[in-house]
């Protein structure tokens, strides 16, 4: 079963980022340059919240709000949830489903190391299944 650290090995441990104090212009325009979903917003080197689409989408457009006036800091989610490189990607999924989200930052003692998003989990089920099957299938064969 694939772990949190398992999937960033996988993907990488790119975390794109922006200050609270940008304009959602800026950080929707910087999503689309990198195609993702979401970012982690940083101030004194410190994660303090996250842009996604979804937020952008839900805050700014439904709200009549201009993305070149607002700040990030208007919008984001905060407090930040995070999860352990060394928990489950099930834990990371029943933490996503139960709190309505689709990005978890990755810290550990360090800071942060990562982000996985309801996709990367996924996948990792998924691939995690195929694997079952296959072993199954192998011992079932014999």
Do not use: C, W
Request: glycine content about 8%; proline content about 4%.
């Amino acid at each position: 079963m694939h772990s949190i650290r398992d999937i960033l090995r996988d993907k990488g441990a790119t975390v794109r980022s922006i200050h609270p104090d940008e304009t959602v212009y800026e950080a929707i325009r910087q999503m689309a340059e990198h195609g993702i979903g979401a970012l982690l917003v940083v101030e004194n080197d410190q994660p303090v919240g996250l842009l996604s689409e979804r937020d952008y989408s839900r805050k700014v457009i439904l709200h009549g709000l201009r993305s070149r006036e607002t700040t990030v800091r208007t919008i984001m989610s905060a407090p930040l949830l995070t999860i352990s490189p060394d928990a489950s990607v099930q834990e990371g999924l029943s933490m996503m489903t139960e709190k309505y989200i689709r990005h978890l930052p990755v810290l550990d003692g360090s800071g942060v190391i990562g982000l996985v998003s309801i996709g990367d989990l996924v996948k990792a089920v998924i691939e995690d299944q195929q694997s079952l099957i296959e072993q199954l299938e192998s011992f079932i064969v014999r």
